[in-house]
């Protein structure tokens, strides 16, 4: 072997072994731990908005009474890596759900607004 192809040799180890090197940045990890709380806290006001403007038009609703509403939620990771709110249950409590058309219309309306099926959704009367 030549000299060039010893030297050629040699970079090519000492990149291999900076390649395998373990690194890690304190700094980038705490900004990601405190980046994944801070849209754990906004996931959670969004749904809790999500909950009390469903709880308002429901209650506006004909028969419907007081109602009570519990979202579960997911996250979906769109192309981007951006997450959005993912609607995965709905528990519903009202004053009105004795009434089986009530519960219908209050169904129907949930699968409209989250586009989830109907097994999803939990609606009690409310006592």
Do not use: C
């Not at 390649?19 to 801070?38: F, M």
């Not at 038009?57 to 028969?63: A, H």
Request: charged share 25%; aromatic share 4%; hydrophobic share 40%.
């Amino acid at each position: 072997m030549t000299g060039q192809q010893w030297t050629m040799l040699l970079l090519l180890g000492l990149l291999l072994t900076v390649i395998s090197l373990p690194v890690s940045d304190s700094k980038k990890e705490k900004r990601t731990r405190s980046g994944i709380l801070e849209e754990a806290e906004e996931d959670m006001t969004d749904r809790t908005e999500l909950e009390a403007k469903l709880e308002s038009i429901l209650e506006n609703t004909e028969g419907a009474g007081q109602v009570q509403v519990l979202l579960m939620t997911g996250q979906q990771q769109g192309f981007y890596g951006s997450g959005k709110i993912e609607v995965t249950g709905v528990l519903i409590s009202a004053e009105g759900a004795d009434d089986p058309v009530i519960v219908r219309n209050i169904q129907q309306a949930v699968m409209a607004l989250f586009q989830i099926e109907a097994h999803k959704i939990k609606i009690m009367k409310m006592k």
